[in-house]
Each structure stands twice: as C-alpha cells, then as structure tokens.
C-alpha cells in the first residue's frame, strides 16, 4: 500500500502538569501562565499523530519532518482530562505531505489546522544537521 490522500492516524493522552502552559513558564520564568494544556505541546502531540500516518509506509532509512504548522488553538484543557488527536492526509506532492490535524477533549474540539511534512533521508539528513554543527564558533 502507498502512502496516499485520505489515511488517518490517531492518538490520545491525558494531559497531566508538564504539559501545561503554566510548567513552561516554571521553567523559564516568564509570568503566569494558566495550568492548561499548552500551544506548544498541542502543536508537538498534533506533529507526532500526523507522523503516526506515515509511519507504516517509511522504507528502511527514511524518515519524516514537519515544515509548517497552522493551527487555531481554540479551547483550553485542563490537567486530567483525556485529549483526542486526529491526523488525515490530504495531499501528497512527491516527498511533501499535507495534513489535516485536530484535536478535542473530553468537552468539545479544542484545536484545528494543517500541518505540512517532508520524507526524507535520515543518513543524508543527518549529514546536513553534522555539516551545520561543524559551523558553530566556540
């Protein structure tokens, strides 16, 4: 089977204190932030469920990353409560692929976006990321 337009992939977790807006800013001292589920591990929990998608149909030594995300976050979720995430593909344009994404609680949809990811070569892609280390100035 082909990675192709329409496969979903899902997951859930329950949101517990480290994935909270109000952790992140514990741990970086900057203001009060609410003890809800934050943006950024939305966007890593929506990253990671969309991968889910293609994961089955990677060949050996390759891989997936994530290029864009556009999301509306539009309801908070407090700590315990279950949260759902949806990944659809949409597109595929050669290595490119674009997901649909969303995401609810146990109350209603908290999020909605698109996502877009690249297949690559992990050894090659690696390669890269070494060559740009070399580059730091110590």
Do not use: C, Y
């Not at 309801?75 to 949409?90: D, F, H, K, N, S």
């Not at 999020?111 to 877009?116: C, L, P, R």
Request: proline share 4%; aromatic share 4%; hydrophobic share 45%.
């Amino acid at each position: 089977m082909a990675i192709e337009p329409g496969l979903t992939h899902e997951m859930k977790i329950v949101v517990e204190e480290q994935h909270t807006a109000a952790a992140v800013s514990d741990a970086t001292g900057i203001g009060q932030l609410a003890p809800v589920l934050s943006t950024p591990h939305l966007v890593s929990l929506m990253e990671t469920t969309a991968h889910g998608v293609i994961l089955p149909f990677l060949e050996r030594g390759q891989s997936g990353v994530g290029a864009m995300v556009h999301i509306r976050h539009m309801a908070a979720t407090p700590v315990g409560m279950q949260v759902r995430i949806r990944a659809e593909l949409l597109e595929v344009q050669g290595r490119r692929l674009l997901f649909k994404v969303e995401a609810w609680d146990e109350v209603e949809k908290i999020a909605e976006g698109k996502h877009e990811r690249f297949i690559i070569n992990w050894d090659r892609f690696m390669e890269g990321v070494e060559k740009k280390q070399g580059k730091i100035k110590k």
